[in-house]
């Protein structure tokens, strides 16, 4: 496995659940009867809607047009026909344009002629990736083709791809990482010959041994000029900035990028949407997605078209086993959101969707115990900044570096008294920034 990383300041090491959905092949969902896609998929702007209520679309079909600069395409992930455009509350809280589609009950078979993709330049590869709607797969849905366009003046040292998935519950990359490699690192090449970096690493957590064996050995026999460096285990370690300091010792300073520091990052599963988009011209219009938590009766991961409603997916995985649940999410425990439509519809970066069972928690006040302090990953004062949000002093906070939160919920894990550090924070920086 070589040498054994990880950040050093701050984390924590919440238990990681990933058994409920860890072992089972990927399970390939049947294209459910409706699907709602959205046009806020992707970190920016939301694209501007192509097709209006009545008109036909076809499988991979690009229906909604990036509006910006750091904006995405969005494409049909099936063929049939647009029975509504309408307003759709996604599982983050933000409401968007969406398109509802009812499939047809024949889908056609598609994305099977490869392409050689080393007779394209960078420039062509970059333009595939950008036409294909490919954005970060991790959750932060940065639009990938901006990410890979470098500066003038700055240059790549090192490509870091992302392979911790260090959220509890979440496997989907682990799967990925198990049964499709070989596509993701063919896709890391494609990143390769865009950015041409001098040095390649994959960071993957110690609790995937088997992936990394499997990812050296395909490594081997492809020779390729990647490394697989295994990272303790450690949340937030997939958060760029603290996988930055586990695999190449260097951080990004506040109001930063990873590239003015040499560096870009991508998830594991950014590298095999490239790959798709590379080799088979095809657009991001499913992902691989973990469905869990204590209550759902199967656990499993799927592999599901964009805009699969929440419901789809639980009744795939058996349904829920308990009459009662505490709430959804989308996403991990520890930065996802949660929501109660089972209407919701998955977008690219739904990375699970987990039913946890009700939980009663007592909020108190603080200790001042400095735990808080103690486990932040960025080194700030989570005590001092709460407080001053809870009595109105934003600007104070802003000051003691709230910008700089990452909202991991380290600090709201750790704390005695269960305040709601995170959701604090997130209010901070909003009446921040209007002031």
């Known amino acids: 496995m070589g040498r054994i990383s990880t950040f050093r300041r701050g984390g924590v090491h ?20 409706e699907l709602v896609v959205s046009m806020s998929q992707h970190l920016g702007a939301p694209a501007a809607c192509l097709k209006k209520k009545g008109d036909r679309v076809e499988k991979g079909e690009k229906v909604g047009q990036a ?13 049939g026909v647009v029975a509504d455009v309408r307003k759709v509350r996604l599982a983050s809280g933000a409401v968007a344009d969406a398109l509802v589609i009812k499939s047809d009950e024949v889908q056609p078979e598609m994305y099977q002629k490869k392409y ?14 950008k036409d294909m709607g490919i954005v970060g797969m991790g959750g932060a849905t940065f ?29 989907a990359d682990y799967r990925l990482m198990m049964e499709r490699a070989e596509g993701a690192l063919d896709g890391i090449m494609v990143l390769n010959r865009i950015l041409s970096p001098k040095k390649i690493i994959i960071g993957v957590e110690a609790n995937k041994p088997d992936a990394i064996k ?26 760029e900035k603290q996988l930055l300091k586990a695999t190449i010792g260097r951080e990004i300073p506040s109001g930063k990028l990873p590239i003015d520091i040499g560096a870009v990052v991508c998830n594991i ?100 115990c400095g735990q808080c302090v103690q486990h932040c990953p960025m080194g700030l004062m989570p005590n001092k900044m709460f407080r001053n949000i809870r009595y109105g002093n934003y600007q104070t906070a802003m000051e003691l570096g709230l910008m700089d939160c990452k909202e991991c919920g380290c600090c709201a894990y750790i704390c005695p008294a269960h305040l709601p550090l995170v959701q604090g924070f997130k209010l901070g920086k909003k009446m921040g920034r209007k002031k």
């Open 269 to 368: 599963g950014t590298t095999y949407a490239v790959y798709e988009a590379a080799v088979f011209h095809k657009p991001l219009i499913e992902r691989i997605i973990t469905v869990s938590g204590e209550g759902i009766t199967k656990p499993g991961n799927f592999l599901a078209p964009i805009g699969t409603k929440t419901s789809d997916l639980i009744a795939a995985a058996g349904g829920y086993n308990t009459e009662e649940i505490g709430e959804l999410v989308s996403g991990g425990p520890m930065m996802g959101f949660a929501f109660a439509d089972e209407d919701t519809p998955v977008t690219k970066g739904s990375s699970g969707i987990l039913a946890l069972l009700p939980v009663k928690i007592d909020t108190g006040v603080c200790v001042s």
């Open 143 to 171: 639009p990938t083709s901006v990410k890979l366009s470098i500066p003038t003046g700055k240059s790549v040292d090192v490509l870091v791809i992302n392979g911790v998935e260090c959220e509890p519950y979440l496997t």
């Open 14 to 33: 919440p238990a990681d659940k990933k058994s409920l959905a860890k072992e089972g092949r990927i399970q390939v969902l049947p294209v459910p009867s």
């Open 214 to 239: 499997h990812l050296e050995e395909l490594i081997s026999v492809k020779g390729y000029p990647i490394e697989v460096m295994t990272l303790k285990m450690k949340y937030p370690q997939g958060d």
């Open 67 to 79: 509006a910006s600069f750091i904006s995405a395409d969005v494409h049909s992930p099936v063929s």
């Open 116 to 129: 050689d993709w080393q007779e394209n330049t960078p420039a062509e590869l970059l333009g595939l990736v």
